[in-house]
């Protein structure tokens, strides 16, 4: 039995993509997922996964019980618990520049590694005020103020990597620290 975390995108956004934690619970369940828990409103999931199986084929039951459940398309972004606790424990930048920051270090969640590529042209669009790593499959963002204030071209950035879901790495970190 191996432990995930499912990074919901755009749930919880507006009147129309509700995703109360007790219907995330049961679309899980419903998938045949154990140990089911919710994590703050953001679209954060936590299971148990029994028997052996793909990533690919979970990330397929698990979007195919979001459906079914919500009555809209949730696309997932999986993680396993080692790599969450990775991702807690990354110092993607230098403690000065993180304290120096009036922004908080953002994670954005990628559906797949990027080709070294996507990598360059995505490092291209990094300046002081907007600072940019990427390590395996997730892209790590330090605004240099208020992710809302920031100019960086977020547009750019989803053609060359594809879709991704945004958490700050606290939040990866306190589930990280709860769960796992």
Do not use: C
């Not at 240099?144 to 204030?149: K, V």
Request: glycine letters at 6%; hydrophobic letters at 40%; charged letters at 25%.
């Amino acid at each position: 039995m191996s432990r995930y975390a499912a990074f919901l995108r755009a749930v919880n956004l507006g009147e129309t993509r509700k995703a109360p934690a007790e219907r995330l619970r049961s679309a899980f369940e419903a998938a045949g997922l154990e140990d089911v828990a919710t994590f703050q409103t953001s679209g954060n999931v936590v299971f148990t996964a029994p028997g052996r199986q793909s990533d690919s084929s979970l990330i397929e039951a698990i979007e195919g019980g979001l459906r079914d459940e919500l009555g809209f398309e949730v696309p997932v972004y999986l993680r396993s618990a080692d790599r969450v606790n990775q991702i807690a424990a990354k110092e993607p930048f230098a403690a000065a520049a993180i304290q120096a920051s009036k922004g908080k270090l953002q994670v954005a969640l990628l559906l797949d590694k990027p080709s070294a590529a996507a990598k360059k042209r995505v490092m291209s669009l990094a300046s002081e005020r907007d600072r940019l790593t990427l390590d395996e499959a997730e892209l790590y963002w330090l605004p240099s103020s208020g992710t809302q204030q920031s100019s960086l071209d977020w547009r750019s950035i989803e053609r060359a990597l594809g879709p991704s879901t945004v958490r700050t790495q606290g939040t990866i970190e306190r589930l990280a620290a709860k769960f796992f």
